[in-house]
C-alpha cells in the first residue's frame, strides 16, 4: 500500500520561508513523477510544482522564481523549498506521485496522495 506523509508546514510570516518533505512508501514500483499541490479554501487543487524521475521540474506560474523542488531518489522523498511567501501562498499542500499504468494503447495516470499539511501566511 503506497502511503505519502508530509511534513514542513506551519505558520509563517510574509516573505518568510518554509521547507516542506514528503515521503513515499510502500511502493513496488517507480513512480513518473512526485510533486506538490495546493488548494485554498473554495478553490480547486492546483499544481504547485513537480519532478520528474528524469529530473525535469514543471511549477505552477505563481510560484516560479520563489520555489523550489527537489527530490532524495535514495530516500523516496519530494521537498518544495518556499522562498518569499505571499499570503495567497496560504492552503493545504498536497504531496502527490503519479505512474503510469494500462498497455500502451489504454495507458492511464494513477495517482497517489498524502494527506495534506497547511502553510498559512499571516502577520
Known amino acids: 500500500q503506497v502511503q505519502l506523509v508530509e511534513s514542513g508546514g506551519g505558520l509563517v510570516q510574509p516573505g518568510g520561508s518554509l521547507r516542506l518533505s514528503c515521503v513515499v512508501s510502500g511502493n513496488r514500483f517507480s513512480m513518473e513523477a512526485m510533486g506538490w499541490y495546493r488548494q485554498a479554501p473554495g478553490k480547486q487543487r492546483d499544481l504547485v510544482a513537480e519532478?520528474?524521475?528524469?529530473?525535469?521540474?514543471n511549477y505552477g506560474e505563481s510560484v516560479k522564481g520563489r520555489f523550489t523542488i527537489s527530490r532524495d531518489s535514495a530516500k523516496n522523498t519530494v521537498y518544495l523549498q518556499m522562498n518569499s511567501l505571499k499570503p495567497e501562498d496560504t492552503a493545504v499542500y498536497y504531496c502527490?506521485?503519479?505512474?503510469?499504468?494500462?498497455?500502451?494503447?489504454?495507458?492511464?495516470?494513477?495517482?497517489?496522495w498524502g494527506q495534506g499539511t497547511q502553510v498559512t501566511v499571516s502577520s
Open positions: 502527490n506521485a503519479y505512474r503510469f499504468i494500462g498497455p500502451v494503447e489504454r495507458v492511464v495516470r494513477r495517482d497517489y
Open positions: 519532478i520528474t524521475s528524469g529530473g525535469s521540474t
